[in-house]
C-alpha cells in the first residue's frame, strides 16, 4: 500500500496537449528558432528597401508559422504524428547547425554531396560544439515531443478540430497574401534564395527529388559515345605517360602562382609550371564536380544520371588503347568503375594515415610503382586528392609539413580566427604542392625514351568565413566566387615553345570544367568523334606531335 502511494507520488509528471496544441507549438519552434536564418534574411531584405510597411516586416513571422502548420499537418495522424515529428526535429536542428554556422543549404545538390559521404568525412565534423547545438536546440524539444500525452477525440471530432485550424491557416495566409502579394513577390523575387533556407520544406522536398531520381527511375540504358576511338601514332620507341591530379577544395586565390602573397606553391615553383589565371569548377561540391569534368557533358547540360549512363573521358581512352589507372584517395563518385584502379585503404599501418583519413603522401608510392612498370606506349594515372578538404584541414598534412602558424586545430572551424583559419588551410594548399612537386619529380627522372607531363585541376573551391560562408556545396547559383574559382596547374617539360604558348593563353583567357574532357583527349592525343577541338585548351598550342614555332607564331598572328 506506502509503496504504491509513493510510486504514485514520485510518478512523473504527463504533459497533456490536444494534437492541434502539440502542432502549434511544434510549428512556434520551427518559425522561431530552426527558420531563424531564413527569417533574419528575408526580414533583413525588407527593411534595406527605401520604404516598406511595418505590417508587411511584421507579417513574415506570421506567414511562415501558418505554412509550417499546414505542412505539418500533413503528419497529424495518430501513431505517425509524434515519431514524425521527433525526426523532423532532430533532422532540421542539424540543418539548422549547418546553415547558421556554415552558411550552407540543404537543397538537391547538398542532399546528394551528403548521402554520397562516408563515415570518416560526416564523422569530421563532430565536436562538442555541434553535440550540445544538438543536444539543447534538437534533443530536448523532441524529448518534449515524445513526453507529451495527445488526447486524441473521436475520429470525427478529431477531424473537425484540425479542419478548424487549417482552415484558420488557411484564412490567415490568404488574407496576408492579399494584403501584401506585390511586396511579397518583390522582395522574394530579388532574394529567390532565401526560400532555400527553410526548414523543413526545403530539404524534404530535395530529399524527395533525390530518393526519386536514385530509386525510382528506370534504368538508363548506357550510352556508348565512341565505339571506336583511336590512339594516335607516336614516335616509336617513345612511351608517354600523362599524370592528371585531381584536386579536393582547393581554390584559386590562394595559390601564390596566382598572385597569393604566401609562399603557398614553393615546391613547384622550380618547375616552372603553367598555372591557369581564370578557372571555374562544374559544381561546388564533389559529388557534381568530378563525374561532370570527366563527362563530355558541359556544365549548362549536366545531368548526373546521364553521366553516369556513358563513356566517360577514362572509359573512351582507355578503349583507344590507353593503360589507366585511377589512384583513389577521396571517392571516384563511380566514375573509375570500368577502369583499374586502387582504393587507398584507410585503415593500413602508415604514417599518412590515422584509420579515417590517408594524407596525399600515401598516393606516391602506388605512382612511383606504376611509373616502373609502363607495359603502354600511352599511359594515363589519375591521382585522385583528399587535398584541402574541411572542416578538419589541419589533418590533410603531415606535422613536418606546417609552414604557416597559427593554427585551427579543430573542427568547428568558424570558432576559429581568420588568421589561424587561413594558415590552416594554406598549409594544406601547400602540402599538395609539396605532392605535385613530387609526382613532377619522378617523371623528371624516367628514362630518355619517356615523356611525361602533369595536369592538376580541383573540383571545386571552398569558403573561409567570407560573407559568413564556410565549406562549400552551396548551390551553384548562390555560390560565392571562393568556390567556383579553382587552381589548374600544367607541367609539360619536353617542349619549352609550348609552356610559353600556355603561359600565354592561362593569363588571358577563362576556362572551365567543360574544357577538361576535350583537353585530355588532346593531350593524350586519342582521336574521337566525341572530341571538340574548340573546347581543347592544348589546341591553341602546340601538340607534341606538331610544330611548336609554328603554333606560336600562328596565335601572335590572330591576336
Same mark, same amino acid.
Given at each position: 500500500?506506502?509503496?504504491?502511494?509513493?510510486? #504514485?507520488?514520485?510518478?512523473? /509528471?504527463?504533459?497533456?496537449?490536444?494534437?492541434?496544441?502539440?502542432?502549434?507549438?511544434?510549428?512556434?519552434?520551427? @518559425?522561431?528558432?530552426?527558420?531563424?536564418?531564413?527569417?533574419?534574411?528575408? *526580414?533583413?531584405?525588407?527593411?534595406?528597401?527605401?520604404?516598406?510597411?511595418?505590417?508587411?516586416?511584421?507579417?513574415? /513571422?506570421?506567414?511562415?508559422?501558418?505554412l509550417i502548420v499546414l505542412?505539418?499537418?500533413?503528419?497529424?495522424?495518430?501513431?505517425?504524428?509524434?515519431? @514524425?515529428?521527433?525526426?523532423?526535429?532532430l533532422a532540421s536542428t542539424?540543418?539548422?547547425?549547418?546553415?547558421?554556422?556554415?552558411?550552407?543549404?540543404?537543397?538537391?545538390? *547538398?542532399?546528394?554531396?551528403?548521402?554520397?559521404?562516408?563515415?570518416?568525412?560526416?564523422?569530421?565534423?563532430?565536436?562538442? $560544439?555541434?553535440?550540445?547545438?544538438?543536444?539543447?536546440?534538437?534533443?530536448?524539444?523532441?524529448?518534449?515531443?515524445?513526453?507529451?500525452?495527445?488526447?486524441?477525440?473521436?475520429?470525427?471530432?478529431?477531424?473537425?478540430?484540425?479542419?478548424?485550424?487549417?482552415?484558420? =491557416?488557411? !484564412?490567415?495566409?490568404?488574407?496576408?497574401?492579399?494584403?501584401?502579394? /506585390?511586396?511579397?513577390?518583390?522582395?522574394?523575387?530579388?532574394?529567390?534564395?532565401? %526560400?532555400?533556407?527553410?526548414?523543413? =520544406?526545403?530539404?524534404?522536398?530535395?530529399?524527395?527529388?533525390?530518393?526519386?531520381? =536514385?530509386?525510382?527511375?528506370?534504368?538508363? @540504358?548506357?550510352?556508348?559515345?565512341?565505339? #571506336?576511338? %583511336?590512339?594516335?601514332?607516336?614516335?616509336?620507341?617513345?612511351?608517354?605517360?600523362?599524370?592528371?591530379?585531381?584536386? &579536393?577544395?582547393?581554390?584559386?586565390?590562394?595559390?601564390?602562382?596566382?598572385?597569393?602573397?604566401?609562399?603557398?606553391?614553393?615546391?613547384?615553383?622550380?618547375?616552372?609550371?603553367?598555372?591557369? +589565371?581564370? *578557372?571555374?569548377?562544374?559544381?561546388?561540391?564533389?559529388?557534381?564536380?568530378?563525374?561532370?569534368?570527366?563527362?563530355?557533358?558541359?556544365?549548362?547540360?549536366?545531368?548526373?544520371?546521364?553521366?553516369?549512363?556513358? +563513356?566517360?573521358?577514362?572509359?573512351?581512352?582507355?578503349?583507344?588503347?590507353?593503360?589507366?589507372?585511377?589512384?583513389?584517395?577521396?571517392?571516384?563518385?563511380?566514375?573509375?568503375?570500368?577502369?583499374?584502379?586502387?582504393?587507398?585503404?584507410?585503415? +593500413?599501418?602508415?604514417?599518412? !594515415?590515422?584509420? $579515417?583519413?590517408?594524407?596525399?603522401?600515401?598516393?606516391?608510392?602506388?605512382?612511383?610503382?606504376?611509373?616502373?612498370?609502363? @607495359?603502354?606506349?600511352?599511359?594515363?594515372?589519375?591521382?585522385?586528392?583528399?587535398?584541402?578538404?574541411?572542416?578538419?584541414?589541419? #589533418?590533410?598534412?603531415?606535422? $613536418?609539413?606546417?609552414?604557416?602558424?597559427?593554427?585551427?586545430?579543430?573542427?568547428?572551424?568558424?570558432?576559429?580566427?581568420?588568421? +589561424?583559419?587561413?594558415?590552416?588551410?594554406?598549409?594544406?594548399?601547400?602540402?599538395?604542392?609539396?605532392?605535385?612537386?613530387?609526382?613532377?619529380? =619522378?617523371?623528371?627522372?624516367?628514362?630518355?625514351?619517356? &615523356?611525361?607531363?602533369?595536369?592538376?585541376?580541383?573540383?571545386?573551391?571552398?569558403?573561409?568565413?567570407?560573407?559568413?560562408?564556410y565549406l562549400h556545396g552551396? /548551390?551553384?547559383?548562390?555560390?560565392?566566387?571562393?568556390?567556383?574559382?579553382?587552381?589548374?596547374?600544367?607541367?609539360?617539360?619536353?617542349?619549352?615553345?609550348?609552356?610559353?604558348?600556355?603561359?600565354?593563353?592561362?593569363? &588571358?583567357?577563362?576556362?572551365?570544367?567543360?574544357?577538361?574532357?576535350?583537353? *585530355?583527349?588532346?593531350?593524350?592525343?586519342? &582521336?574521337?568523334?566525341?572530341?571538340?577541338?574548340?573546347?581543347?585548351?592544348?589546341?591553341?598550342?602546340?601538340?607534341?606531335?606538331?610544330?611548336?614555332?609554328?603554333?606560336?607564331?600562328?596565335?601572335?598572328?590572330?591576336?
Amino acid at each position: 500500500m506506502l509503496n504504491s502511494i509513493i510510486i #504514485k507520488k514520485y510518478k512523473s /509528471p504527463t504533459i497533456k496537449l490536444t494534437a492541434n496544441q502539440l502542432l502549434i507549438l511544434v510549428s512556434l519552434y520551427f @518559425t522561431l528558432v530552426l527558420n531563424q536564418p531564413f527569417l533574419s534574411g528575408f *526580414m533583413g531584405a525588407i527593411v534595406k528597401l527605401e520604404q516598406y510597411q511595418w505590417l508587411f516586416l511584421l507579417s513574415v /513571422p506570421v506567414l511562415l508559422f501558418n505554412l509550417i502548420v499546414l505542412l505539418l499537418s500533413f503528419f497529424s495522424l495518430r501513431f505517425v504524428m509524434k515519431p @514524425t515529428l521527433i525526426i523532423l526535429t532532430l533532422a532540421s536542428t542539424l540543418v539548422f547547425y549547418g546553415t547558421l554556422n556554415y552558411g550552407v543549404v540543404f537543397d538537391y545538390g *547538398m542532399i546528394e554531396n551528403s548521402v554520397e559521404t562516408n563515415s570518416s568525412e560526416a564523422l569530421s565534423y563532430l565536436n562538442a $560544439e555541434v553535440m550540445m547545438f544538438f543536444f539543447f536546440v534538437g534533443v530536448l524539444p523532441a524529448a518534449f515531443i515524445a513526453l507529451v500525452r495527445i488526447n486524441y477525440q473521436p475520429l470525427l471530432k478529431e477531424s473537425l478540430q484540425r479542419l478548424k485550424l487549417l482552415t484558420v =491557416s488557411v !484564412c490567415a495566409v490568404c488574407l496576408i497574401a492579399y494584403a501584401f502579394y /506585390p511586396s511579397y513577390s518583390a522582395v522574394a523575387r530579388n532574394n529567390n534564395y532565401l %526560400k532555400k533556407y527553410i526548414v523543413p =520544406s526545403q530539404y524534404l522536398s530535395s530529399g524527395y527529388k533525390y530518393v526519386r531520381d =536514385s530509386l525510382f527511375y528506370r534504368d538508363m @540504358t548506357f550510352e556508348v559515345l565512341d565505339e #571506336k576511338p %583511336k590512339l594516335s601514332a607516336v614516335e616509336p620507341g617513345v612511351k608517354r605517360v600523362t599524370v592528371m591530379v585531381v584536386g &579536393e577544395t582547393a581554390r584559386a586565390k590562394n595559390f601564390s602562382h596566382n598572385g597569393y602573397s604566401k609562399a603557398t606553391n614553393q615546391f613547384t615553383q622550380p618547375y616552372d609550371v603553367v598555372s591557369f +589565371q581564370d *578557372m571555374t569548377s562544374c559544381g561546388t561540391a564533389t559529388a557534381v564536380s568530378v563525374p561532370c569534368m570527366f563527362s563530355s557533358l558541359q556544365r549548362d547540360n549536366f545531368d548526373r544520371r546521364t553521366a553516369d549512363n556513358q +563513356q566517360n573521358l577514362v572509359d573512351i581512352v582507355a578503349l583507344a588503347g590507353v593503360d589507366v589507372l585511377w589512384v583513389d584517395n577521396n571517392g571516384c563518385k563511380d566514375v573509375c568503375k570500368r577502369v583499374n584502379t586502387i582504393n587507398i585503404d584507410v585503415t +593500413q599501418n602508415s604514417p599518412f !594515415c590515422d584509420g $579515417e583519413y590517408c594524407q596525399d603522401g600515401i598516393l606516391l608510392k602506388p605512382l612511383r610503382e606504376k611509373l616502373s612498370n609502363l @607495359t603502354s606506349d600511352s599511359t594515363l594515372i589519375v591521382l585522385h586528392m583528399m587535398g584541402s578538404h574541411g572542416p578538419t584541414y589541419f #589533418k590533410r598534412y603531415p606535422n $613536418e609539413n606546417i609552414i604557416f602558424t597559427p593554427e585551427c586545430a579543430r573542427s568547428d572551424i568558424q570558432n576559429c580566427s581568420a588568421e +589561424q583559419l587561413t594558415n590552416t588551410y594554406d598549409n594544406t594548399i601547400a602540402y599538395t604542392d609539396f605532392v605535385l612537386s613530387q609526382v613532377i619529380n =619522378s617523371l623528371t627522372t624516367l628514362p630518355d625514351n619517356i &615523356e611525361g607531363s602533369m595536369l592538376y585541376v580541383s573540383d571545386h573551391g571552398e569558403s573561409l568565413g567570407e560573407s559568413g560562408a564556410y565549406l562549400h556545396g552551396f /548551390p551553384y547559383a548562390l555560390s560565392p566566387i571562393e568556390q567556383r574559382d579553382i587552381p589548374m596547374l600544367v607541367w609539360l617539360p619536353e617542349q619549352q615553345t609550348q609552356q610559353q604558348c600556355l603561359k600565354k593563353i592561362a593569363h &588571358e583567357q577563362a576556362f572551365n570544367h567543360d574544357n577538361i574532357f576535350h583537353s *585530355m583527349l588532346g593531350l593524350l592525343n586519342v &582521336e574521337s568523334t566525341s572530341y571538340q577541338q574548340a573546347l581543347d585548351i592544348f589546341s591553341q598550342c602546340a601538340s607534341p606531335l606538331n610544330d611548336p614555332a609554328l603554333q606560336l607564331t600562328q596565335i601572335e598572328e590572330t591576336e
